[in-house]
């Protein structure tokens, strides 16, 4: 049975949520999900299907979608996206115009990842316009939160409904990944003596301690990272992102901060990386001279995906994408998504969608409509398949 999605069906579509903010709270002007949920949740009615609204914190609902499968009581295969997007500050374009220029849409959500969003709805409303049932049923999750704390997936995880496999929608070029790291982030701190900067023989400065601290991370710590590597994803990489410290330029600081960002990979246990740098801190502190170092608990902790390209989602993807694209072979990413979440769970998972990540986050973000008509007609042709 072969797939025909209509460009015209998806740019609406897309357009209609793009033009919905929902910048995660998390972000200067964030505002809550709760736009896109009621339009996701109304597309599901007009088509006379279950839609489950789940709130996962006020305002901010998840909605999981429900196409009904041959074999009813199957675990489902899930399509999952996040509805939230980064900030919109300093774009160079009206972030919720939707402008069509050129094939492409604009605005900010439209690569990251509402047109994975709008690929899957569009997918879903071939099978009901058309009285097709997939084999298993097929659950579309439109999620809150990943953006900053995942805690939409994790929600979904909750939610009770057994699946068997998922596709989570981000911007991967119609490609198959496999493959990505995890994260963590956590605070590191130095503490000295205050006193007054015209003696400060008086005091023990918190910067000269971070210094020390900053140099280890950029010397041996990198050293032994970049002597590991996972053949999909690279090394493991370690960076200072943020630093504070002082309180006046005639005071000798007491404290000082840096955040860092860890990304681990496939095989390591990102709870025991963060162990592991509390206990080289340590050890800094005592070799030298005492500089007196924190290691706070992560205020971010993601795990690495890696699912076995012979798993049957990612099999039917490839093979759905290759019959459009030519060649599709399974690709590991650095950053993360929301599948790793389901991965740990059990569900084998693969990411999947239209646009560029070198496009996401960007001051003009804008997704080939093209790609995303292409990319439901892959979702489609997988879920014809999927568990026959």
Known sequence: MKVMIDEQRVARLLQDMVRIPSVNPGFEGGVPERGMADYVEAFFMRLGLKAERREVRPDRPNVIGILPGVIGDAPALLLEAHMDTVQTANMTIDPFSAEIRGGKLYGRGACDTKASLAAMLAAIEWFAGNGVKPPVPVHLAATVDEEVNYLGVLDVLEAGHAYAAAIVGEPTGLQAVVAHKGVVRCEIETVGVSAHSSKPEEGVNAINGMMKVVAH??????????????????????????????VAPNTIPERCRIRIDRRTIPGEDSEQVWRDIRAEMAKLATEDGGVNVIVHPPFVLDYAMDTSPDSEIVRLVASAAAEKIGEVRPLGVPYGTDASKLARAGIPSVVFGPGSIEQAHTKDEWVELKQVVLAAEIIAGTMLEFGK
């Open 217 to 246: 991370i950029e010397g041996a710590m990198q050293t032994r990272l970049r002597s590991a590597a996972h053949p999909l994803v690279g090394p493991p990489t370690l960076a200072v992102t943020q630093i504070q410290g002082g």
